[in-house]
């Protein structure tokens, strides 16, 4: 059974930086596109920052400049590097990853940017 599992989440200060790690474990043996999405009450999940298996990435606009999404191929760990946060950053960050021809969705970790 595959599984993806999301670190790194916490509370910081606004300004400041946080790294999320999504490791996905079980028999995988085939990956794809992995992505990070967002969700904050009251509003619908937002697309991050994806990542496809050649390396290439996008980003929403809010966070270009400050995010940056990363994996390593071999081992299915995948990161998001977050700097400069914004209260608006605020959310339940979400790892998303296409896997063994499948679609895979971590429980998320919170990431909270207050002063």
């Known amino acids: 059974q595959v599984q993806l599992v999301e670190s790194g989440g916490g509370l910081v200060q606004p300004g400041g930086s946080l790294t999320l790690t999504c490791i996905a474990s079980?028999?995988?043996?085939?990956?794809?596109?992995m992505a990070w999405y967002r969700q904050s009450p009251g509003n619908q999940r937002e697309l991050v920052a994806t990542?496809?298996?050649?390396?290439?990435?996008t980003y929403t606009d809010s966070v270009k400049g400050r995010f940056t999404i990363s994996r390593n191929y071999h081992n299915h760990t995948m990161w998001l590097q977050m700097s400069n946060l914004k209260p608006e950053d605020t959310a339940v960050y979400h790892c998303?990853?296409?896997?063994?021809?499948?679609?895979?969705w971590g429980q998320g970790t919170q990431v909270t940017v207050s002063s």
């Open positions: 998303n990853g296409a896997l063994n021809y499948a679609i895979y």
């Open positions: 079980g028999n995988v043996f085939s990956t794809y596109a």
């Open positions: 990542i496809t298996s050649g390396g290439q990435t």
